[in-house]
């Protein structure tokens, strides 16, 4: 079965400051991969998603990831961040197969101080 | 094009009753998802369906849980005798057909379900 792993829970950093979210997955075979960013009491807006072309992925906002198989990571960042982008992020993963639930991680909220 | 639309947003239900989650996906979307997010969780897949068939029910509750997408109408989440430990926000995602499929979910706003 697929997991998959955020490490930090919670996320701090200044505004303007590089933003770093970690996502890893476990499985054999690539899957598809995607980060989705939900606002307080709102659902989810996809973010970017990997499917199989270029390993750095631009999404909207400002953000981007790159897949890298030898790590099994798909880590999202941001250059700068933006007061605005204070928000929980998650980071999920679909079967290359039949099977096209999402399996998510437990989140990271990211906090972005003045 | 209006997005994934759930209702009702917030739903109180006492423990016993029955509630009834609706969601009506993206004009052309023919599969339905549905995922349940515990409070201070990420969400947890229940079950996939497609006009009149159910996919995968690989995540739902084994007892008073049904889900169904009829031909016509939206999808509905029914879950009988609520209890406390179904409070949970529920959301309902949909995306195109296999083929053209990116793969890519869009998630409707969800309901709270708050059961007393």
């Known amino acids: 079965a697929q997991s998959v792993t955020q490490l930090g829970s919670h996320v701090s950093v200044s505004e303007g400051a590089l933003v770093l979210l970690r996502c890893n997955y476990s499985s054999s075979v690539p899957p598809y991969l995607f980060w989705y960013v939900q606002y307080p009491n709102q659902g989810l807006q996809l973010l970017l998603k990997?499917?199989?072309?270029?390993?750095l992925v631009k999404g909207i906002n400002g953000f981007e990831a790159e897949f890298k198989k030898s790590e099994t990571s798909f880590h999202l960042t941001k250059p700068s961040a933006h007061m605005s982008d204070a928000a929980e992020y998650f980071c999920a993963v679909s079967d290359r197969g039949s099977a096209r639930q999402l399996t998510f991680g437990s989140g990271t909220q990211l906090t972005v101080l003045p | 094009n209006a997005g994934v639309m759930q209702n009702p947003r917030h739903l109180v239900r006492r423990r016993g009753q029955e509630a009834r989650l609706r969601c009506s996906p993206m004009k052309g979307h023919s599969h339905v998802y549905w995922y349940r997010q515990l409070p201070e969780e990420g969400l947890k897949f229940m079950v996939y369906l497609q006009k009149e068939n159910i996919i995968d029910e690989s995540g739902m509750p084994k007892e008073r849980f049904s889900a169904e997408f009829p031909k016509e109408g939206p999808s509905i989440l029914r879950i009988q005798q609520v209890v406390r430990g179904d409070s949970a926000a529920y959301f309902c995602a949909s995306s195109p057909a296999v083929g053209g499929a990116s793969y890519e979910q869009y998630f409707g706003p969800g309901t709270r379900l708050t059961v007393t």
């Open positions: 990997y499917t199989s072309a270029a390993t």
